[in-house]
């Protein structure tokens, strides 16, 4: 045991060491932002008016892009898990796309699809319905972007899920829809809460394609990734302060969501 514990040390000290490096690289600049301002500052900026109006709209969007991905996000993961068809790779790889797609990018194309000249947009016009630069805008971004998260999380979870209870919930004539909701989602709420965890994070902190489609308007589609780049540009210190806000409240939603995700794996 003694020589293999020590044929292994080696191997240990290098991962540790890597694994450490990787952790003040991601580390060292999130904990600089907070010893930047003080903390009366941040409070102080937080609290003018325009800030709480965009960290209000930030919360608000995010929210209802988040309910957005679940709606449309949970027949989407369970039509590519549990069918079988032609194209079904291409529609994984599109909803996979939003992902590794420059967010400025996807902000371009839903205002092609979306815009008064769109493949669509044209045709709301027509009946007077105008999406670019709104707060609807804003929401459709966020989840363009913030979808393919829950999606895939969720399709993981059904993918790694035992067949077995399904298939009894068929045996004793459950329906589908209520095997789904009663048997595979409670199963897979790790994965689910996982799931909207990281889509709520990425879509608080769209930036691109928000800008690209919704614009920059206070009170209607600037939002806090907005604020903090247009701060940044006349007042450093209020832009600090606006990212040490925003990095807070996406650092507590995680942690929340993480513990609340082992506390239901621990039961």
Same mark, same amino acid.
């Given at each position: ?5 020590? !044929? ?5 000290? *290098? ?21 930047? /301002? ?20 930030? *919360?608000?969007?995010?929210?209802? !892009?988040? =309910? ?10 369970? =039509? ?7 194209? #079904?790779?291409?529609? /994984? ?30 045709? =709301? ?38 067949? #077995?209870? /399904? ?41 691109g394609a928000t ?20 701060? !940044? ?9 606006? !990212?040490v806000v925003l ?13 609340? #995700? ?6």
């Open positions: 045991m003694r020589r293999t514990f020590w !044929s292994r040390w080696p191997a240990r000290v *290098l991962v540790g060491f890597l694994a450490g490096l990787f952790f003040l690289f991601i580390g060292i600049p999130l904990v600089s932002l907070f010893f930047r /301002e003080p903390p009366a500052l941040v409070w102080s900026e937080m609290m003018q008016p325009d800030v709480f109006q965009a960290l209000q709209l930030s *919360l608000l969007t995010t929210t209802l !892009s988040t =309910l957005v991905a679940i709606l449309f996000g949970l027949p989407v993961a369970y =039509l590519l898990t549990r069918t079988h068809f032609r194209g #079904r790779a291409f529609l /994984e790889t599109l909803i996979t796309l939003p992902t590794v797609l420059p967010p400025v990018v996807a902000g371009v194309a839903l205002l092609l699809a979306f815009g008064r000249l769109g493949l669509i947009g044209r045709y =709301l016009a027509l009946l007077g319905i105008t999406i670019p630069f709104t707060t609807v805008a804003v929401v459709m971004a966020q989840t363009f972007v913030a979808a393919p998260f829950f999606i895939n999380s969720t399709k993981a979870g059904l993918e790694q899920l035992d067949r #077995r209870y /399904e298939i009894a919930a068929y045996t004793l004539r459950a329906s589908p829809f209520y095997a789904f909701r009663r048997v595979m989602l409670p199963l897979i709420r790790p994965a689910l809460l996982s799931g909207i965890g990281l889509s709520w994070a990425r879509a608080l902190g769209e930036f800008i690209t489609f919704a614009g920059n308007f206070p009170g209607t589609t600037q939002t806090m990734p907005i604020a903090v780049y247009i701060a !940044s540009e006349s007042d450093l210190d209020k832009s600090i302060a606006l !990212s990095l807070a409240v996406s650092f507590a939603i995680l942690l929340a969501l993480r513990i609340g #995700r082992g506390y239901v794996e621990a039961k």
